[in-house]
């Protein structure tokens, strides 16, 4: 559907946070994209250079203009996918993970030993990801090392700027005997195959697809593996991603087996590194906090699968307030929805529960935890900027030297939730309407690095 070959200019009102807590509303601004994809300029109104950039476009036959009540976002960023789970998405959840893993999810996992059926569910999946504006995705994939490039091969084919990691999982006595690497060695070999397959792929301009190691957590692991993936980690400068932390057992498990917390034992191994991402984080401590930040990773807050699998809030706010990058993650399918709108709605609601409290039995001032709550600014931030942001990707904002990755909101779809009153709603109300609101339908096209991916 088009690259960005020659360049082009984008005229209309884009929105965006440019930091934790700030956003910026252009309105009848002009977006330069290069002939790589990325912006080379971003003029305003007032300047002196916005009408030669509008007149020198049009006249190249360059110029895409938006019409009133269309509003261009940043492609939003998803740091924490299962993209095997997807054909059980909205499937028991009214189980324990233990019970939810065991009976569903490994087995469904053990069925991309089958090529075919990996290419069916892995091209769904990345088609309605891109529908629903995800420009970025961190995808665990299985132990399948195959399929594992077949997923890499289906989001470079499709534009979607994407993290792709076989994961590894070792340990018989926490691990299905059908579905698991045969040995540490196996699982770091298969590993190191799928970082080079991805890193030489025919047309991977720029690393738009990328390898990422991909431990599923420390109890499915044992030492050998844990520790031959750091080394791993060390030699290739590869992403890292695991899950940490994520309920009371698997905290404790660690605390059990280690001595040392989740964390600490990721670091230890020699995983916890820049732009390492670890998915929940629901009980890590102030400690951890502090170290995640001094290693400059990031974390995952996957808000609505917290709520089914790990019976706690994350405190975002107070590890946002430590410098900690965090970005969100939809957990498909341990979360029952594929768009990363409905994990902002869920992240503000979740830090007003933690905020205000739950418990009616509780007097006000003893049922919450004071300063949690977060607004749709943080929200926009951490699905956009802040995802990209533990990443270490230029994606996430309109500004010059960041890839142009977008998605373009209509306002006026017919038969949409999304309702703007012209003669009530400012932009900022518009914007803020757009977060709690806006559907897959909305959506009515998405750009990777300049080139339309998805158009309705």
């Not at 330069?32 to 006249?59: F, K, L, M, W, Y």
């Not at 490039?149 to 994407?162: H, P």
């Not at 792709?164 to 006595?173: L, N, Q, R, S, W």
Request: glycine share 8%; net charge negative.
């Amino acid at each position: 559907m088009g690259d960005a070959t020659t360049g082009f200019a984008l005229r209309g009102t884009f929105m965006h946070a440019t930091r934790r807590g700030e956003i910026e509303i252009m309105e009848d601004a002009v977006v330069s994209v290069d002939a790589q994809g990325s912006i080379g300029a971003v003029h305003h109104p007032a300047e002196a250079g916005h009408a030669t950039a509008v007149n020198d476009a049009r006249e190249r036959g360059a110029l895409h203009e938006f019409h009133e009540g269309q509003y261009v976002l940043p492609g939003l960023v998803d740091l924490h996918i299962h993209a095997p789970q997807w054909p059980q998405l909205g499937k028991a959840l009214h189980l324990s993970l233990h019970d939810w893993l065991l009976q569903y999810t490994f087995p469904l996992e053990a069925k991309f030993a089958e090529r075919a059926f990996a290419e069916r569910v892995y091209t769904s999946l990345v088609d309605t990801l891109l529908a629903n504006g995800t420009t970025t995705a961190v995808y665990f994939a299985t132990v399948h090392v195959e399929s594992t490039m077949r997923l890499a091969d289906i989001c470079l084919a499709k534009g979607q700027r994407a993290l792709v990691g076989k994961v590894a999982m070792d340990d018989a006595e926490q691990c299905p005997d059908g579905y698991r690497d045969a040995s540490a060695a196996a699982g770091i070999e298969g590993t190191r195959d799928l970082i080079a397959y991805v890193r030489a792929m025919p047309g991977n301009r720029g690393a738009l697809v990328r390898p990422v190691i991909t431990p599923r957590f420390i109890p499915s692991c044992t030492d050998h593996l844990l520790e031959g993936l750091g080394v791993l980690a060390e030699e290739t400068a590869c992403h890292v991603q695991t899950h940490c932390s994520e309920s009371d057992w698997e905290h404790a498990f660690v605390l059990d087996r280690l001595g040392r917390t989740d964390t600490r034992g990721i670091a230890d191994f020699g995983l916890l590194r820049p732009n390492t991402i670890l998915a929940h984080s629901n009980f890590i401590t102030d400690e951890d906090m502090e170290l995640i930040g001094q290693t400059r990773a990031g974390i995952a807050h996957c808000p609505l699968s917290n709520l089914y699998f790990s019976n706690a809030v994350f405190p975002l706010r107070s590890a946002l307030d430590k410098g900690i990058s965090i970005g969100l993650g939809t957990d498909i399918s341990g979360g029952a929805s594929p768009s990363i709108l409905d994990n902002c709605r869920h992240a503000i609601t979740a830090s007003r529960a933690l905020e205000d409290g739950v418990d009616p039995a509780l007097d006000a001032a003893r049922r919450g935890r004071p300063a949690s709550r977060i607004d749709f600014r943080t929200a926009l931030w951490l699905a956009t900027a802040g995802g990209a942001d533990a990443l270490g990707l230029p994606v996430g904002r309109f500004e010059p030297g960041c890839d142009f990755d977008a998605m373009l909101v209509d306002t006026r779809r017919a038969g949409s939730n999304l309702m703007v009153w012209e003669d009530a709603d400012c932009p900022e109300d518009i914007l803020q309407k757009i977060i709690y609101n806006a559907g897959r339908d909305d959506i009515r096209r998405v750009w990777v690095r300049g080139r339309v991916v998805n158009e309705k």
